[in-house]
């Protein structure tokens, strides 16, 4: 009964695009920051607004990743039950995924929600995830142990195309040295990016992105966030916690991971088959557009997933008030 509960608030469109305007909130408030320096600004304006925003949708819902321990964040904190009262669910958010991003006017910065019905999204503890993302249809040929060159090949073969046409995302972090050697060594193309990789893991399951394949280390938190999205689109993402130190590894153990180095698959991920995802772009970026200001209003663009597999995106128009003085 939960569960069709849930498919049935799911695929409603007025409920759908009450999620979106979740993301929406958070975007606009975050965006008055752009190209401002001010990284924690913009998260906290946006932090503000999305928590206003989930209060008044009528679900009753609990944060599972979010912006920390209740110790740690005053709002979105990890535990924190909002909603207005309904259907119980699990809620992953990201009201910033890239604050520097943001902070530097650079591409790619997304306000970002992932729901499920309860038990349905894996609580991650705050480390680093090895992760490896691809579409559909590369899906079934790719692990996240085998060989840089035998997944690049694996990839090339399911879409069709030679692996100097298959384009592979990374961090641009000095632990990818090696890796970007193996890539650039099998033939493949590299986009590196500064920051943000939610949005390049979930670029990989939507064609028109042209990008094919994310590989390397980043937050074990937007792990879960992509794979709730990928695994709506078809696509395939796996998982394995890189914990930094002693305390990281007993904070995991404390959450469940008796064994932190084991592959954690999709469906442990995103346990729940009945999932919806929205982000909303702050800056322009592969998935959606920024937010755009003319007059006294506002445009954004986001993309909104459910777990049928349908895809959409929106585009808003936003009446704005007075703006707040000296932004």
């Given amino acids: 009964m939960?569960?069709?509960?849930?498919?049935?608030?799911?695929?409603?469109?007025?409920?759908?695009?009450?999620?979106?305007?979740?993301?929406?909130?958070?975007?606009?408030?975050?965006?008055?920051?752009?190209?401002?320096?001010?990284?924690?600004?913009?998260?906290?304006?946006?932090?503000?607004?999305?928590?206003?925003?989930?209060?008044?949708?009528?679900?009753?819902?609990?944060?599972v990743i979010g912006e920390g321990e209740r110790d740690e964040a005053p709002m979105l904190y990890i535990g924190e039950e909002l909603g207005a009262g309904g259907q119980e669910v699990d809620i992953a958010v990201d009201p910033v995924e890239g604050t520097n991003l943001v902070a530097n006017g650079l591409p790619n910065a997304i306000a970002v929600m992932a729901i499920a019905e309860r038990g349905g999204l894996l609580h991650a503890p705050d480390t680093y995830m090895k992760k490896l993302a691809v579409g559909a249809k590369a899906a079934p040929y790719v692990h996240i142990d085998a060989p840089v060159l035998e997944n690049l090949e694996a990839v090339a073969n399911a879409l069709e195309k030679p692996i100097n046409d298959v384009c592979v995302v990374i961090l641009d972090r000095p632990r990818h040295a090696e890796l970007i050697r193996d890539v650039r060594a099998a033939g493949a193309r590299i986009r590196l990016i500064s920051d943000g990789d939610v949005d390049a893991c979930i670029a990989t399951a939507i064609e028109s992105t042209g990008i094919h394949v994310a590989m390397g280390t980043g937050g074990a938190p937007e792990g879960v966030l992509a794979a709730a999205a990928i695994k709506c689109l078809g696509g395939n993402f796996m998982g394995r916690l890189q914990p930094r130190n002693a305390d990281e590894i007993r904070r995991a153990a404390e959450m469940g991971f008796d064994d932190v180095g084991r592959v954690l698959e999709i469906n442990d991920l995103v346990r729940?088959?009945?999932?919806?995802?929205?982000?909303?772009?702050?800056?322009?970026?592969?998935?959606?557009?920024?937010?755009?200001?003319?007059?006294?209003?506002?445009?954004?663009?986001?993309?909104?997933v459910h777990s049928s597999g349908t895809v959409r995106f929106v585009e808003s128009t936003h009446r704005l008030g007075a703006r707040p003085a000296g932004r």
């Fill in 272 to 304: 729940s088959n009945d999932v919806i995802f929205c982000a909303t772009g702050i800056t322009d970026g592969d998935l959606v557009r920024g937010v755009r200001f003319f007059g006294n209003q506002a445009r954004t663009h986001s993309i909104l």
């Fill in 2 to 63: 939960a569960r069709a509960i849930l498919r049935a608030l799911l695929d409603h469109p007025v409920h759908s695009l009450d999620f979106v305007k979740v993301t929406e909130s958070a975007a606009l408030a975050a965006s008055r920051w752009m190209g401002r320096g001010e990284r924690d600004a913009a998260d906290g304006a946006a932090v503000e607004k999305m928590r206003e925003a989930l209060g008044d949708m009528e679900i009753a819902g609990r944060i």
